[in-house]
């Protein structure tokens, strides 16, 4: 059962959240355009991390540091259960999710946000700098999309500027015939495989488009995308803040082993493999 936040709170801390992911894009935006080293780190589970993971960390730390909400980042990963299990509210942040996507330079990476309460997502963001669109949701109060959000060091948006430029999820825009499957660009297993198999017995038309990061769950709200399969460990920075935006929009994720919504403050991070479903997919 997802916790509700009066209006006058969610009008407080929806802009932090908002500005603080823009100005971390900013961050991000600046090093992809204006770098030569990204001055790439090995973390301890064999995955990148750069200066620009660093510097959008430290941005809306800054930011978000001014509603004293307790933080868990991905970039503050090694912090004990004990000392968080109790949290009845926190933001749980990836400051870039897609590090590889962004060190290829394909443009696929997002700044994820999520305000979380009684171990659920309530409020998020997620924006995607190179594009300039931006993703929030309430819990019950629905999905948006605002776009041409230029990445700026000093966003000062506020509660009713958002809510003036934002486009409810999902979009007739985004209305098509194929059956179309996300999948992640850079960690395809041989059972990300078998889903898709699985699908195109049932479809006659089946699309597959690779996708990094957390943008493939707007895709899902948007109504672009059908279908997302994972089958390989994500943590749960990498799905909060964007699963909350599908969810909202009208599709749903859930665990494969299970057929459970994701858990999220567990004592290990990782998140199971899940599958999900676009806001206007047929789910079969």
């Not at 409020?123 to 929030?136: E, F, G, N, T």
């Not at 230029?150 to 985004?174: F, G, N, V």
């Not at 996708?211 to 059908?226: P, R």
Request: charged share 25%; with cysteine; glycine share 4%.
């Amino acid at each position: 059962m997802q916790v509700m936040i009066s209006d006058d709170i969610r009008a407080y801390l929806l802009p932090r959240a908002f500005n603080a992911a823009v100005r971390a894009g900013w961050e991000i935006m600046n090093v992809y355009n204006n770098s030569d080293d990204y001055n790439i780190e090995v973390k301890s589970d064999k995955t990148p991390l750069t200066i620009a993971d660093r510097l959008a960390h430290n941005k809306i730390k800054e930011v978000l540091g001014e509603t004293r909400i307790p933080i868990l980042s991905e970039e503050g990963r090694e912090m004990l259960y004990d000392e968080r299990r109790n949290w009845e509210m926190f933001w749980l942040v990836d400051p870039l999710d897609g590090t590889i996507e962004f060190i290829k330079g394909n443009n696929e990476f997002t700044v994820n946000i999520a305000l979380m309460a009684d171990r659920e997502a309530i409020c998020s963001v997620v924006y995607v700098p190179y594009l300039k669109r931006a993703y929030i949701a309430g819990s019950q109060i629905g999905a948006y999309v605002l776009t041409d959000i230029d990445p700026s060091a000093d966003a000062e948006y506020t509660y009713e500027q958002i809510c003036k430029r934002r486009q409810q999820l999902p979009l007739s825009s985004m209305q098509h015939t194929a059956y179309r499957i996300a999948v992640s660009r850079s960690h395809q297993t041989p059972e990300t495989q078998q889903y898709i198999d699985a699908k195109r017995e049932l479809h006659t038309d089946v699309e597959v488009i690779e996708q990094g990061s957390s943008y493939k769950f707007c895709m899902l709200a948007e109504g672009s995308i059908d279908y997302y399969p994972r089958t390989t460990h994500t943590y749960e920075w990498d799905t909060a803040a964007a699963e909350l935006i599908l969810s909202e929009a009208g599709g749903t994720t859930h665990s494969i082993d299970e057929h459970k919504p994701l858990k999220y403050n567990k004592e290990d991070l990782r998140n199971p493999y899940f599958e999900c479903y676009g806001a206007t997919a047929v789910r079969d």
